[in-house]
C-alpha cells in the first residue's frame, strides 16, 4: 500500500491485498470498475514497483491473433525468398530460412512470453472489447503461457507474466475466464481518498480549491449522468481550473470548465439543468 | 499446533466458500483453491487483509463483490475473526424463491378468451390448412387450432433462420489477398507467389435484442412473439430477450435451451405483472441503464414488439429511443395492430416513437412474421 503511494497512486487496503495476491500466487487479476477511475494505472505502477517491464495490448472489437500475438514480416520474406533464388538450397531449408526468428514480429502477447530476464506485466486492457473467440484464446495462454506458432513450433514462457486485465463491463465477461482470475471492483473513490488522489498528482494544488473541485465532481456524479465523471476528469476538471488561474470555484469557472466533468450534449445539458448555482453550494 | 491451527483455518475458509455458494456466489472448486492459496500467503490475522483477500479470490462479478462484505460479516461475525459454528448459518441473506403465484394467466388465458370466438378462424385440418393457418391473426385463433399453429410456427420459423445463415455464407466472397497462405503456397514454386490465397470477410453474425411487450392489450399475441424470439436463436450470435409491461424482466436464460414447453412454464412463473398496463418508456429506460451498455453496439438489430399503447409519457419513450438508436443498429417496431385494416399509428406513444424506428412492421399473423426475414 505504502509503496504504491509512493509512486503517486492511492490504494485502499483491499486493492493492495490483490496485488500482493498476484505476485504471490502468480493469478491474473480482473479489475472492473466504471472509465477513469484508475484500472490501468494499477498494471502500469505495479510494474514499476517491481521495477520491472509492463507490456500492454489494447483490445478491440476484431482484435485477432495476427496483432495480439505475432505475424510474419511478409516483405522481409518475399526479399528473403527472392535472395535465395540463385543458391542451391533445398525447399526444406529455405522454407525453415524464412520462418525464423528473423521474420517473425512479435506482438505484445508473444513478448511477455519471450522475456528474457525477468517476469513482465502484462496489461490485457479493455477485454470485454474484444470478441469471444479472442477471450477463449486467451483462457488458453493464461493457463499454460505457452504460444504455438504452426511454423515453429511451442514457445514456454521463461518466466511467467503478472497478468492484469482490466474491463469496463460493457458486456460480460465467459465465466472460464473469471473463474481463472481474482477479481477487484473500483468504486468511485470517498472524498478523502479522492483529496489524497489530487494531492498526490497535483501537488501545486491550494488545498482549498482542491476540496471545492472535488466535492464539485462528487456532487455530479449523483446527477444520473450518462458517464458520470471518473477521477481521471477530477484531475483534469482541477487541473484546468489551475490553469485558467482561478483561485476559486464560482459559477463561470464551472462553465468554462463543463467539458472536463460532461462528456456528452445531453450530460452537459443535464448538468446545466441541475444549476450552477446548487452545485456550488455543495461545494463550501 | 501452529499446524493444527493452520488446518482448522483451511477447514473454516472450505465451509466458508461452501456457505457464499450457496449464497449466491458463483464459485467453484477451482476458487475454493485460490482462496485457501490466498490465505496462506497473507497475514490471516488482519482480519481486514484477510476479507480482502478472500473478496478478491471468491469475487467475479460486481454483485459478487458487493454482496461480499455481507456474507463475509454473516459467517465470521461482525468483529472476531473466528467463524461461527456454519450450521446455524443457513438462513442467512438472499432467499430468492420468487414469486409463484399470479402467472400461469400468460398460458391458460389465451384459450379461455378464444375459445369461445368463431369468426375467421375455424378448426381447420389437412394440408390446406397449413396455408390458412399462416394467414390467422394470433388473436382470432380457435384454441383447437392451437397445437397445430404452435408446432408449424417453430417449425417455419426455424426454417427461416436456416435460409438466412445459408445467405450470408454465399455471399462470403474472397475480397482480400491473404499474404501469409500465399507466401508459404509460393515456396514451391520457388519463391513466386502463382497462387495467391485469398482472405474472405468473416461472416459477421448480428446480435438481437427483443423486447416484449406483454401487457394486457397484446396478451393475444405474447405467446407467438416468445416463440418468434425462441425460434431467431438459431440465427442470431446472440439472442437476449426481454418482457416488459411497466417492468423488465430478462428471459434470455429461459428461452436458451432446447426444450421450449419447459422454457415457457418457467416463464409464466418469472414474470410478474401479466397482462397489466403498459409503459413503455419507462420500461426502456430500465432497460438502458441496467443492461444498455452490455447488450447495445453497432451491431445489434432491436426489436421491439408491441401494440403502442402506452400509458406513460410519449416524451420519455422518445427520448429513451434515441439513445438506443445511438447505440444500436437499427430498431424494428413489429405492432400486431398493423394486421388491422384501418390502423393509423396515431396512439401517443406510437406518434412519438416513429421518427426513432427504422422498420415498422406488422406482426399479427404467422407470416408477417415470416416475411421479417428481409429485414433482420
Redesign the interface.
Known sequence: MRSFERLGYIADRSLATAVYLIAKLRKPLLIEGHAGLGKTEVAKVLASMLETQLIRLQCYEGLDVSSAVYEWNYQKQLLAIKIQEGTDQTVEEKERHIFSREFLLERPLLQSILAQDASPVLLIDEIDRADEAFEAFLLELLSDFQITVPEMGTIQARHIPYVVLTSNRTRELSDALKRRCLYHWIDYPSFEKEMRIVRARLPGIEEELGMQVVRYVQAVRQLDLAKPPGVAETLDCAQAVVSLGSRRLDAEVIEETMGCVAKSMEDGAKLKAAGTNKLLSQTS | MRQEQSERLAASIVEFCRFVRMHGL???L??TL?AL??AK??DAGNR??F???L???L????D???LFPQLFAAFWGESQSRPRSASGERKGPGNTQGREAGSSAFLNQHSNETASQDGEGKAVYGASAQQRLKKVDFSQLPCDDLASLEELSLRLLRRMSLRLSRRLTISNLADRVD??RS?RR???H??E?IVLAYKGRKPRKNKLVIFLDISGSMNLYSLFLVRFAYALQARFKRVDTFLFSTNVVEISDLLRTRHLPEALRKLAQRAAGWSGGTKIGESLQQFNQRYG???L?RDTVFIILSDGWDTGEPEVLAAQLR?VKRRAQRILWLNPLLGLKDYQPITRGMAAALPYVDVFAPAHNLESLLALERFL
Open positions: 458463483s464459485g467453484d477451482r476458487q485460490t492459496e490466498a500467503t497473507i481486514q487483509t476479507a480482502a483477500a473478496q478478491a479470490a469475487c467475479s462479478t460486481k459478487e463483490w458487493d499474404l501469409r507466401i509460393s515456396i514451391a520457388g519463391g507467389p451498455r452490455k447488450l453496439s439513445s
